[in-house]
T-cell receptor
Framework: KNQVEQSPQSLIILEGKNCTLQCNYTVSPFSNLRWYKQDTGRGPVSLTIMTFSENTKSNGRYTATLDADTKQSSLHITASQLSDSASYICVVSALGGGADGLTFGKGTHLIIQP | NAGVTQTPKFQVLKTGQSMTLQCAQDMNHEYMSWYRQDPGMGLRLIHYSVGAGITDQGEVPNGYNVSRSTTEDFPLRLLSAAPSQTSVYFC??????????????FGDGTRLSIL
């Protein structure tokens, strides 16, 4: 069964600090991996999409990495801001997967404290 | 350009009542889908549509119906509400199925409570 595991479940850091969120997956055959940001009371918003051949992708202060061999991804947030407080969801797409072929992680809840 | 619009934002129902959650997108996306999000769980697919007139079941379809008469609209119907359907419901769209590097665009959700 395809699975996506995220860690930590929740994280509290001080404004201005960096942090890294982890995503491990057992999705096959792999197509791409996505990171979404979900603000409280809002829908998820896409941050990055990485295919098998990409191992790094940036979006402003967000940098995602992908190791397709170990089936791991990370999302690094640099110089955190209060607006980064949100849930971050890792989503893995299976090639030719049934239905929408997407497996969602449960998310990491990030709180940035002033 | 509004993206994906969901209405209502909040709704309280009594057990056994029926209702329709509305979803509309203005991006001319062929692919639309409905998810539910429950505490401690990832988003789960309820139903999806690859184009007007075509719908199919996702992971948790029981108790829900959908139709897709136009490209823009994809309503979700609860036939007879049950407390287990208390959840936050998200509608999403993307350009088309099979274009794997396209992001999904989500609405802001409908928060539904069944008493």
């Amino acid at each position: 069964k395809n699975q996506v595991e995220q860690s930590p479940q929740s994280l509290i850091i001080l404004e201005g600090k960096n942090c890294t969120l982890q995503c491990n997956y057992t999705v096959s055959p792999f197509s791409n991996l996505r990171w979404y940001k979900q603000d409280t009371g809002r829908g998820p918003v896409s941050l990055t999409i990485m295919t098998f051949s990409e191992n790094t992708k940036s979006n402003g202060r967000y940098t995602a990495t992908l190791d397709a061999d170990t089936k791991q991804s990370s999302l690094h947030i640099t110089a955190s801001q209060l607006s980064d407080s949100a849930s971050y969801i890792c989503v893995v797409s299976a090639l030719g997967g049934g239905a929408d072929g997407l497996t969602f992680g449960k998310g990491t809840h990030l709180i940035i404290q002033p | 350009n509004a993206g994906v619009t969901q209405t209502p934002k909040f709704q309280v129902l009594k057990t056994g009542q029926s209702m329709t959650l509305q979803c509309a997108q203005d991006m001319n996306h062929e692919y639309m889908s409905w998810y539910r999000q429950d505490p401690g769980m990832g988003l789960r697919l309820i139903h999806y549509s690859v184009g007007a007139g075509i719908t199919d079941q996702g992971e948790v379809p029981n108790g829900y119906n959908v139709s897709r008469s136009t490209t823009e609209d994809f309503p979700l119907r609860l036939l007879s509400a049950a407390p287990s359907q208390t959840s936050v419901y998200f509608c999403a769209s993307r350009l088309r199925q099979g274009v794997d590097n396209q992001p999904q665009h989500f609405g802001d959700g409908t928060r539904l409570s069944i008493l």
